[in-house]
């Protein structure tokens, strides 16, 4: 007879499933125990440093002025017969511009040369008299008291006969002022009197005739920026041209540049307390009158040279706590940071004055990826077409606002006067900005506008000052800071709020 035997739980042979229960508890024990896989090194791009002589350029909102403005006034009261010239065109030395009716002068003259004739005549007959009595008082037949009148009536003839050559000088003379001629080549003005009206010293004033060549460049250097330049030149960080000699180019205010340079004629030693700033002055050839007075330009300023310099692109520098600072990659391949200390504007670069030598590897791309001895991996630096095809000065115009090709769009921030500080709706317009960068929008350009009255050297300090603003905020908002791009400041079209805002745009 079978029977049957209950075996106890725990001497019961292992089934399938607690079998692959137990494989995967073991397998999951081991994956915790095992080390996770080491993150790939950071991937920068890395500038080497080099040290050398760069010319630069100082660029400044300049107006134009003639060379000789002469203005042209009637020198005698009369009424205006006719404008003889055109306004506005080219006048020569010596043409005729006006003519003032010359009757009454002319009546004048008549009337000088008969006087003139007549005292001639008087002293014709005073000097027959005075010849019959010399002979006839020598012989005593006639008194001295005769001789005496006789001589005296002579004398009296002899000047009033002179005095009628110089009235008659003198007619002449003001009816020759009646035919009005310039005394220079030069352009010419609008009339301000009418034909037919009567002209006296009140309202003498005809027109202007300004010299066009050569033709005057007038610009200010603020009081701030004329110490930095003399610290700089103390310190070796900024060498001069000799005596000064700086060559002068102009650019028109459609961005063409003018076919003549200048030299620098005038330096006012008098510092001007309502505008802060010194007055400087450029001579330029003219020949072809393109240049006209009172015009905005821009000068621009060569021969001035920083001696062993350090360039680094803009967007390799980056602001901390404590200013600012590069990323740098040292000897064993671990970045460190750098603090330095930064200088003008170079294109796309800074100046470095301080904080970097020769041969030190900067990082220029990839910077937000690296903390402290984070080892790297490296590849050289290629500077865009765009960014090498650019000229060296201190402030390179960028494209005007709003006129930037290819950009997704643009963004105006807006600063109160004298201010460069962001306030609440700024930073919203910064951090969408920024989210956007992040999101996949290319790059970014940060353009401030400067004022064109007043102190201007000082509205392009401002300017900046509100542009670098706006470019730590998109970082701190977690922009990269390597497609961040600060433009120079351009001159705003108007005052008021044109003049204190920055344009952030976004490119494709």
Avoid at 222 to 246: A, H, Q, T, W
Avoid at 474 to 496: F, H, N, Q, T
């Amino acid at each position: 007879m079978t029977s049957l035997r209950f075996v106890p739980a725990s001497r019961r042979p292992p089934t399938i499933g607690a079998l692959a229960v137990s494989l995967i508890f073991v397998a999951a024990c081991g994956k915790q125990n095992q080390a996770p896989p080491p993150r790939p090194p950071a991937e920068v791009s890395v500038l080497t440093v080099e040290v050398k002589d760069v010319p630069i350029t100082a660029e400044y909102v300049a107006q134009t002025q003639s060379s000789q403005a002469v203005n042209i006034q009637a020198r005698v009261s009369g009424f205006l017969d006719k404008r003889v010239y055109t306004e506005g065109s080219v006048v020569k030395a010596g043409q005729v511009l006006f003519q003032m009716d010359q009757k009454p002068f002319q009546a004048q003259v008549d009337a000088a040369k008969a006087a003139m004739q007549r005292n001639q005549a008087a002293l014709g007959v005073a000097k027959a008299n005075l010849d019959r009595t010399k002979p006839l008082a020598e012989a005593e037949a006639l008194s001295q008291k005769d001789l005496d009148d006789a001589q005296g009536q002579y004398d009296q003839a002899a000047a009033a006969v002179e005095q009628s050559k110089a009235q008659l000088q003198e007619a002449n003379l003001n009816l020759s002022y009646t035919t009005i001629t310039s005394p220079v080549t030069g352009v010419s003005s609008y009339a301000a009197i009418a034909d037919g009206t009567y002209v006296n010293p009140q309202n003498a004033q005809l027109t202007t005739v300004s010299v066009l060549s050569p033709m005057w460049v007038n610009f200010s250097v603020s009081e701030n920026e004329m110490g930095r330049i003399r610290d700089e030149v103390k310190k070796g960080l900024l060498v001069l041209p000799p005596g000064n000699s700086f060559t002068v180019e102009v650019e028109l205010v459609d961005g063409t540049q003018f076919p003549s340079t200048g030299k620098i004629t005038f330096a006012d030693p008098s510092y001007n307390s309502q505008t802060g700033t010194f007055l400087i002055r450029a001579s330029v050839d003219n020949p072809q009158g393109l240049l006209r007075p009172n015009q905005y330009v821009r000068a621009r300023l060569r021969g001035a040279t920083r001696p062993k310099a350090i360039l680094i692109p803009q967007r390799a520098v980056q602001q901390g706590a404590k200013g600012h600072f590069v990323w740098v990659i040292n000897k064993q391949g671990e970045a460190e940071q750098r603090p330095v200390s930064v200088g003008d504007w170079y294109a796309d670069s800074w100046f470095i004055f301080q904080g970097l030598n020769a041969g030190d590897r900067v990082v220029v791309d990839g910077g937000q990826r690296l903390a402290p001895g984070t080892v790297a991996t490296v590849k050289p630096y290629v500077p865009s077409e765009s960014a090498s095809a650019r000229g060296g000065g201190l402030a390179t115009p960028a494209t005007p606002v709003g006129a930037a090709a290819q950009t997704s769009g643009g963004s105006i921030v807006q600063f109160a006067s004298g201010n460069a500080t962001l306030d609440a709706a700024a930073l919203q317009v910064v951090q969408k900005i920024a989210d956007a960068v992040k999101n996949g929008v290319g790059t970014v350009t940060v353009i401030a506008s400067a004022e064109r009255s007043g102190n201007v050297a000082a509205n392009s300090e401002l300017a900046k000052r509100r542009a670098a603003t706006v470019r730590d905020a998109l970082i701190k908002a977690g922009a990269p800071a390597e497609r961040i791009r600060l433009g120079a400041p351009v001159e705003a079209s108007g005052a008021g709020a044109e003049a204190q805002r920055v344009e952030i745009i976004t490119g494709l």
